[in-house]
């Protein structure tokens, strides 16, 4: 094979500022593939044009990009998409993701820092509130933090439309269950709930409803307004009813939930209200 047009890996790596561990890890992946691989040493040629291919996947990693995606956007051209269109968009998604993260981080940092200048607890009154029995319409998914507002906007939607058929007679705010930590990082089961007579009409349940007897529980519970409702501020709200319930020997008694006693639909409108609850038992009592 003439190889005057090929580029060992190690000038290949120096020229493109990848390493040669780099360079075979995106071989591997399907990311960046040499044009030539010696069958008898197994010592891999780049083209001299795929230099700008090979700046570009070191750019989109510096980035952060998933390697599928770089993989993906690499490969649009040759698919007969418009790479560079396909490469816009995708590096200001890229950048509004980052900046979203930045939110986050700048609301955790904030958060931290007010927590050791005034303690968790200073901000959050934590009582116990004793609930009545009350049976649930309810909509459950396995989300992500990223996943979650556009979850509850198409569940409650579909929520109030089934109850409106009924129409159903509601005892309650709306509230939310969670049954694990809901960030950027994990996913778990969160259920749009909305508790309604259960002597009156019943609900012709969509697919994915269900209804729920809750029975009489005993909660822990503290109430967030304004800022502090929206993500990530209001998991310090979580962490002192949490703080509370191990300090004072109960034992949690199952998923936390946080009820809208008064929601606007903006998580940081000053005149929004949430409770945020957790059921608890006497440690004594089992």
Not at 152 to 165: K, N, P
Request: hydrophobic share 40%.
């Amino acid at each position: 094979m003439d190889r005057t047009n090929l580029l060992p890996i190690g000038q290949f790596a120096q020229a493109s500022g990848l390493s040669v561990t780099a360079l075979r890890h995106y071989d591997a992946s399907g990311v960046l593939t040499p044009a030539f691989v010696d069958p008898d040493s197994g010592y891999r040629y780049f083209r001299r044009d795929q230099l700008r291919s090979a700046q570009l996947v070191r750019a989109l990693r510096q980035l952060d990009m998933p390697i599928e995606r770089v993989r993906a956007l690499l490969g649009s051209g040759a698919d007969g998409g418009n790479a560079d269109a396909d490469l816009a968009a995708a590096l200001h998604a890229q950048i509004e993701a980052a900046e979203r993260r930045l939110g986050v981080q700048r609301s955790v940092v904030h958060s931290l820092l007010t927590r050791l200048t005034e303690g968790v607890e200073m901000n959050h009154r934590v009582t116990l509130r004793q609930s009545t029995p009350e049976r649930v319409l309810v909509f459950g998914a396995t989300v992500n933090h990223h996943g979650l507002d556009p979850f509850l906007r198409t569940a409650y939607e579909e929520l109030y439309a089934v109850a409106g058929r009924g129409p159903l007679t509601f005892t309650g705010p709306a509230f939310v269950r969670y049954h694990g930590l809901c960030d950027e990082e994990n996913e778990t089961l969160v259920e749009a709930c909305l508790p309604f007579w259960e002597s009156g009409a019943q609900p012709e349940l969509g697919e994915g409803m269900s209804v729920r007897d809750d029975p009489e529980v005993t909660y822990a519970c503290t109430v967030v307004e304004g800022e502090a409702t929206a993500f990530p501020a209001i998991l310090t709200a979580y962490d002192a009813v949490a703080n509370w319930i191990a300090e004072h020997g109960f034992t949690f008694a199952g998923p936390a939930r946080s009820t809208f006693l008064r929601w606007t639909g903006t998580p940081d409108h000053p005149d929004n209200r949430v409770e945020i609850a957790w059921p608890v038992a006497d440690a004594t009592a089992e």
